[in-house]
């Protein structure tokens, strides 16, 4: 699938001094008052285009995280802003990917239907409908319209939800740990579309944030790595890639900066272990 | 046709569940004769005649659409209100603790210990009957809708709160379809339990329907025409077991159900 990036011209990672997307400042997330904070005081930004990973641990808030960015829920400190408003409810322009697909799809729907289930009231049928086969189309899924979501692979089914979240347009993405549960061949397959999805899905990019804990994966997708760390969630470090693009599954992977950037990243991650077990024994 | 197709079709028919059926009644027949019986139980070979000439003679056939009058109305009443309350107060935690109590209250008693109550409100007719039906009915809906519900996946919820759908809406698309193979599994057993109870409640007032019928075959000693329409009843809840078998493949086709061979 590695050909999906062929005739891509290279991209340059920063937009500049616009102003960005999502505006993420001093957020906090507590699950219950007196309880510990899943996320405590997390800065960043998105910039219009950009492709950003967000690596970390189990339970270090990344869920949490992209649940704030969509509005899903609301934030115990701080704001997120999307083009400088705060998110108080799901916003139209974002679209969120599931961590776990055989979960977010309707059973009871084909996959012509899961499509369309974003679509708003308003449209006549038929236009959903065309609406539907045509990012479906655009996924590579023309033939599988008609079937159920558990008739289909579990890379299928991904894709699927992909096409679903893509189906209204949305000017960001998120996806939460897409790929976790496919194998590896599947999963370059996959990383390789959401890379098409980022450059251009019927002639726009979309900005894409992008949750995983493969720091390869991050590395070979991303513009910028963003790392957390845990208890409570907080960004210990963020990564500029700069490597170009089209990439490519083999030669970008076997590149001297992927190998630097990757490096990169575990420095920060071994600094801030270090320093979580000097704060902790600080403390005894 | 070749063999293993002959096996498929049989299969698929059940026809060696059929031949048990006749075995059994066979069997019966020959007890019956051999120790009898016939003054406490109709023999197979009386109660089939009687039966087909109760349909035939009208009024075994009167009786049967007097029963199914009060039962399908109770049942079809019994599954609106089962499914509505059960959604409307499944997907409402201050909803559910509020009638925990009151639901748990009432459900252990006896549909037929309201046939007095009832019997002051609708008289002794069809009507009554069908209330009872449906007081009895209603529980196992509602209870297996309430669980179907809070069974959904929260996952498949916020799909549709990020998607924007309204509160009505996701009733609609995601709570009613994710309840829908817990809430086929409670009409079924109310599809028994409520025959049940039509046929008492007649057989208590002896005012019409199959009950009704064999009341007074039995107080008459007529013992081939009564078990005709046991008979009839055991015929009737078998057919409508089928029917919503197999509306329920149709409806709940997502469900491993369908995966799992079902004669
Ligand atoms: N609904 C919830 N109620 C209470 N606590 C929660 C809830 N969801 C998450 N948490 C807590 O918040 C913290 C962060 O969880 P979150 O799911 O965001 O982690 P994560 O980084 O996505 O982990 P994973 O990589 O395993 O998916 C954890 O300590 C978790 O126990
Ligand atoms: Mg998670």
Redesign the pocket.
């Known amino acids: 699938m590695s050909e999906t990036a062929d005739h891509a011209q290279a991209v340059d990672s920063s937009a500049g001094t616009a102003e960005p997307v999502l505006r993420v400042s001093a957020l906090g997330k507590r699950?219950?008052p007196q309880?510990?904070a899943?996320l405590a005081g997390v800065t960043f930004d998105v910039e219009d285009g950009e492709l950003l990973a967000l690596v970390?641990?189990?339970?270090?808030?990344?869920?949490?995280?992209l649940r704030l960015l969509c509005g899903l829920m609301l934030p115990s400190e701080g704001t997120v802003l999307l083009h400088g408003r705060p998110v108080v409810r799901p916003p139209r322009e974002v679209a969120l990917v599931f961590?776990d697909y055989s979960r977010s799809l309707f059973p009871w729907l084909t996959v012509l239907r899961n499509v369309m289930f974003p679509l708003r009231r308003g449209h006549s049928r038929a236009w959903k409908i065309e609406r539907a086969e045509a990012v479906l189309r655009e996924m590579g899924l023309h033939g599988v319209a008609r079937k159920f979501p558990w008739e289909l692979s579990g890379g299928m089914q991904q894709r699927v939800a992909i096409a679903r979240a893509l189906v209204s347009r949305p000017e960001i993405l998120l996806l939460?740990?897409p790929f976790a549960s496919v194998d590896a061949l599947t999963r370059a397959e996959l990383q390789d579309v959401l890379l098409r999805v980022h450059r251009d899905i019927e002639g726009r990019r979309v900005t894409i944030v992008h949750?995983t804990?493969d720091i390869d994966e991050a590395v070979y997708l991303a513009d910028r790595v963003l790392v957390?760390s845990p208890g409570p969630?907080r960004v210990a470090g963020s990564v500029e890639v700069g490597l170009p693009r089209p990439r490519i599954q083999t030669a970008t992977r076997s590149s001297t900066r992927f190998l630097e950037v990757r490096n990169a990243i575990h420095e920060v991650i071994s600094t801030q272990q270090r320093n979580t077990i000097t704060a902790t024994s600080n403390e005894e | 046709m070749t063999v293993r197709g002959v096996l498929r079709l049989a299969r698929r028919a059940n026809v060696v569940g059929w031949l048990f059926v006749v075995f059994l009644a066979a069997l019966a027949e020959a007890g019956i004769q051999l120790f009898e019986l016939h003054d406490s139980v109709s023999p197979p070979s009386e109660t089939l005649p009687a039966l087909v000439e109760g349909l035939s003679s009208g009024e075994l056939s009167g009786a049967l659409r007097t029963t199914l009058g009060a039962y399908l109305g109770g049942l079809a009443i019994a599954i609106v209100v089962g499914v509505a309350l059960g959604i409307v107060i499944g997907s409402s935690r201050l909803l559910l603790d509020a009638s925990f109590v009151v639901l748990e209250f009432l459900r252990p008693i006896p549909a037929v210990a309201l046939i007095p109550l009832a019997f002051l409100f609708f008289g002794t007719g069809v009507e009554m009957r069908r209330y009872i039906v449906a007081y009895a009915a209603v529980w196992p809906i509602l209870v297996n809708t309430l669980y179907g519900v809070r069974g959904s996946d929260r996952i498949l919820h916020e799909v549709a709160l990020a998607s924007g759908v309204s509160r009505l809406g996701r009733l609609v698309r995601v709570t009613l379809p994710s309840a829908l193979p817990s809430i086929a599994t409670g009409i079924r057993v109310s599809a028994s339990i409520g025959l049940l109870v039509a046929v008492t409640a007649e057989f208590v007032f002896g005012s019409g329907g199959i009950g009704a019928y064999m009341q007074r075959q039995q107080l008459a000693f007529q013992l081939p025409e009564m078990y005709a329409a046991v008979l009839l009843t055991a015929v009737l809840g078998y057919t409508v077991n089928v029917a919503l078998r197999l509306a329920e493949r149709r409806i709940v086709h997502w469900t491993g159900e369908k995966r799992v061979r079902w004669p």
Do not use: F, I, N, R
């Open positions: 699950y219950s309880g510990h899943a970390g641990p189990s339970g270090c808030g990344k869920t949490t995280l961590q939460d740990e949750v804990h957390l969630g």
